[in-house]
């Protein structure tokens, strides 16, 4: 039986992942992943790492680009499938600039996520990022659809984890 300790598990997992790209410190991410898992950044980006090892890689060098990076990440709604298998979808608001002299960017978008639990522990099987917004911090870019983003499994309704009278 899923209990609220593995909603607040997963929740902690997922502020890792924004913790470790702010501090710069991917030790906070030595277990997050399955060795098989998924990252990937949707259209346009079109970004994809297979594989815990390369996963890291691609966060180490991505975050390397980058002279300032600042994720924040909110609106986290996580359903549990039984006792080893849950999703999250949260959202992502991330800005950055490649150097002082280069033109600031933001980021908007939704992480689907798929996780599993194992040896006690969840870890992400598939972190997707389906982008709304890429472009000038102004706002000014193309809003995207959102593509891609299934929300079927939420059946409109929030996992509440059994925590009573909460609605």
């Known amino acids: 039986m899923t209990t609220s300790l593995d ?11 924004h913790a470790a790209v702010n501090l710069r410190d991917l030790s906070l991410l030595h277990d997050a992943f399955e060795p098989s ?7 346009p980006v079109n970004l994809r790492h297979e594989g815990r090892d390369a996963i890291l890689k691609g966060l180490r060098e991505s975050m390397e680009r980058q002279e300032l990076l ?9 359903t549990l499938r039984g006792d080893s298998e849950a999703s999250a979808v949260s959202t992502l608001v991330e800005q950055g600039r490649e150097s002082k002299e280069a033109t600031p960017w933001m980021a908007i978008g939704f992480y689907r996520d798929e996780l599993v639990k194992h040896g006690g522990r969840w ?19 193309t809003s995207l659809s959102p593509q891609g983003l299934d929300l079927s499994a939420f059946n409109g309704r929030l996992d509440t984890g059994g925590i009573e009278g909460h609605h």
Request: avoid cysteine.
């Open 37 to 43: 898992a998924l990252w990937e950044v949707l259209a």
């Open 7 to 17: 909603n607040l598990q997963i929740r902690e997992r997922v502020d890792a992942w």
């Open 70 to 78: 600042v994720q924040l990440n909110s609106g986290l709604v996580v």
């Open 123 to 141: 870890r992400f099987a598939k972190r997707s990022l389906h982008l709304r917004y890429l472009g000038p911090l102004d706002l000014r870019g």
